[in-house]
DNA sequence: GCAATGATTGGTAACGTTACCAACCGAAAG
DNA sequence: CTTTCGGTTGGTAACGTTACCAATCATTGC
């Protein structure tokens, strides 16, 4: 009836030898069945079945020419919900292609990412899919590659010149900065973060090109970029409403930094300190964001399709359709103001 | 100097023809050079160097008796970040391991399912962690794995007895419910989601007992066991404060259905609309739950740590470790008060 | 009835790697 | 000076699959 407990997967030769036929015969009919008898095919089928065979897909991958089906992914904090969208929308594009995609973890870290690298391409990867952290980007240059294209997402890495999806940061951060400004806050302070430079930096830029616009003073004592995660984002927006003269308006570049300040607020207005209950402008959306006790809007965009944006790209690139150089899609932001 | 933009992966033989060796040195080299001279160590690192070799780990794992590294993980939504903190810890312990981890998100979909199960076992993975969904699984039983061995998490298969990883969600639902009791409430209505039947069915049933020993009455009438999304949350939870006789606390059996809840909650208070302010109790924590306009007690869990305990009775069976017979690990929850 | 055609099937080799065995080397021991 | 031994190196085969070619079979047209 069936394999025993625990034993080792069938070979194709076990099933061609229970079905009565040659290996090629069942190589054939599970390629589609070009060209076999139905009922060869049949008894194929049954064999495969009693002894619960799977295709050895990376024996199958050996042969040259051959696509593993795998795409290796790898991001930078699988824990914010962000970065999980995005790896959702690379997977539902993948599957739409037959690939699963191998999926890494850096934390940040480039030693790791080089690690995770390595390892896709000794895994026969058919593409790379990278949020890449900021470090040095040797072991991403082409000739390292060999021919297994790459494509950035979220930063662009210096020096590199490849397919990459980016957001609208500088807009976003410009319009976020500006639906402040005509509110008629011109004390705006800024939290962000310093080692995801790319990102940071950018969003830093349509901040600070509002203000200057604007004739709006940038005071560096109201401007925190260096904070990664929630608690570090409260300890710097509670040093920036302890400022003698705090900002009445805060710009948030990230969804930590956002939350972090909005914990620190709300601790406030609980205890009912005084100071002021500053608005609060965050770049990434969070949930339930218009029960805030003060005023947030949000500069949204679509993780998933970001995800989604890379792959396609990939595939395109994977199947000769893409344009010759490397192209740059950035996608829009849309603001939702409370 | 270097392979020229988008050559092929140099193989084994072109390393060791280049260092003036076999292949069979370079491997040696390569897989720690134990009885290697010191100079043809060098002069194989160079060549591997100078040509961008990778080791083929597909090839590699041909040879019977040797891991592929891989291993193929299944969970349902990877938009949920409760799923991608999951997987985040199934891929520390993995990479603590030296393996990577394949990932599928099956949508609640069991046809996907068996696709990512076939394919996965196909790719040699040497061991599968699913959060199945609750379709047939028939796929699963041990017969049809062969001796790959399989995790669950979060939910049991009926009819299939294999190591598990779960919640405390009975205990965790009673405990919330039995919080809600202990405040004066006693018309208690019930959100929760009914596809997953397993942790739905675990959560009603905490509620039932806590319900039922203290004496409230269950009413049908203000218990919605049908919403997966936000939205369906949303509009059950005001169908219930519609009710002619609204409950004065809601116990929410995740996170989707918490959210929608305070949306709808939030929208009646913000509209000055009439009706209670009901008390939530929600299975699962979400960011500033303490900022919320009416009280949240959350159950807490960790799915992080949830996918690392996973991903460790893996290794222990996969290591000959473990117990002989399926082992089942329930975390404990934890209840924060507002 | 016979040749030509196309459909069907099987054998062989190769993909890139490593386990196993055989061969060789130099040095130490007798 | 020979023997022995451990360290070092290379050749061969096999892992499971499929492309390619050769062989076989039935069918059609004359």
Known sequence: MSTSRGARQPTIKEVA???????????RTLAGGVNVRPDLQRRVMAAVAELGYYRNENARSLRPGQPSGLIGVAITNLANPYYGNFALGVEEVAAEHGRRIILGNTGEDPG??????????????????LVPTSGDAAHLQQERLGDVPLVLASRRVPGLDVDTVLLDDVGGAYRGTVSLLDAGHTRIGFLGNRSSVFTGERRFRGYEQAMTERGAPIDPSIIARDQQDVDAASRAARAMLDHPEPPTAIFSANNRNTIGALREIGRRIRDGLPGPRPAVVSFDDFELSELMPVPVTVIDHDARLLGREAATLLFARLEGTAEAGATTVELPVTIAHP
């Open 112 to 129: 790791r990412e080089r690690q995770l690298v390595s390892d896709f391409i000794g895994r026969q990867v058919d593409g790379l899919i």
């Open 17 to 27: 030898t229970l079905a009565g036929v040659s290996p090629m015969t069942v190589s």
